[in-house]
């Protein structure tokens, strides 16, 4: 069965500082990975996602994300935060059908002024 | 405009009287997924549709229904509402067939039975 840990419910950062947020998932076949951003009273948008053309993924806002099979990792990056990245972020996996889709927990983003 | 909308926003019932939540999305997308979404739990799938009158259920579809007569179309039921569906949901839609599709999201519908 396929699963996503998100580690970190919430993160704060400064801005102009690193984010870092962490995605690992488990996955008997090939998966298909996301990730997308919540912002407040709003839906889910996507930010970016892998499709086994390139381990380094470029997203919207200055984000990627880095496929580590080795470690089943997908860990979600942005050299330098802005005040309007503070949002919910979630981590998902899909089957190889892409039609069964599952959500990590989230992680809330905090950026300090 | 590309959107998926959904109807109520918001909605207060009591136990056991029906309910339908409504989505439509006008990008002629054959796959539509409802979604759950709790603190602390992220988003679950209730029940998704690859097609006109193709449904299967996620990982929690336990007192919910759908139906999918039209492709735009995917109404959420909940025949008999209970406290533990207080939860904000989520409609989707993407582009059909396999494969790492972006999928689209409403607005969402907060939910809350007393």
């Known amino acids: 069965a396929q699963s996503v840990t998100q580690l970190g419910s919430h993160v704060s950062v400064s801005e102009g500082a690193l984010v870092l947020l962490r995605c690992n998932y488990s996955s008997s076949v090939p998966p298909y990975l996301f990730w997308y951003v919540q912002y407040p009273n709003q839906g889910l948008q996507l930010l970016l996602k892998y499709t086994s053309a390139a381990t380094l993924v470029k997203g919207i806002n200055g984000f990627e994300a880095e496929f580590k099979k080795s470690e089943t990792s997908f860990h979600l990056t942005k050299p330098s935060a802005h005040m309007s990245d503070a949002a919910e972020y979630f981590c998902?996996?899909?089957?190889?059908?892409?039609?069964?889709?599952?959500f990590g927990a989230g992680t809330r983003l905090f950026v300090k002024a | 405009e590309a959107q998926v909308t959904q109807n109520p926003r918001y909605l207060i019932t009591v136990t056991g009287k029906k309910l339908t939540v409504t989505c439509s999305q006008n990008?002629?997308?054959?796959?539509m997924s409802w979604y759950r979404q709790d603190p602390g739990l992220g988003l679950r799938q209730i029940y998704y549709s690859m097609n006109v009158e193709v449904t299967d259920k996620g990982d929690v579809p336990e007192g919910y229904k759908v139906s999918r007569k039209e492709k735009r179309n995917f109404p959420l039921i909940l025949e008999s509402p209970s406290p533990n569906q207080t939860s904000l949901y989520f409609c989707?839609?993407?582009?059909?067939?396999?494969?790492?599709?972006?999928?689209?999201f409403g607005p969402g519908t907060r939910l809350t039975v007393t």
């Open positions: 998902a996996v899909s089957d190889d059908g892409g039609f069964k889709t599952i």
């Open positions: 989707a839609s993407r582009d059909p067939g396999q494969g790492p599709y972006e999928q689209y």
């Open positions: 990008m002629n997308h054959e796959y």
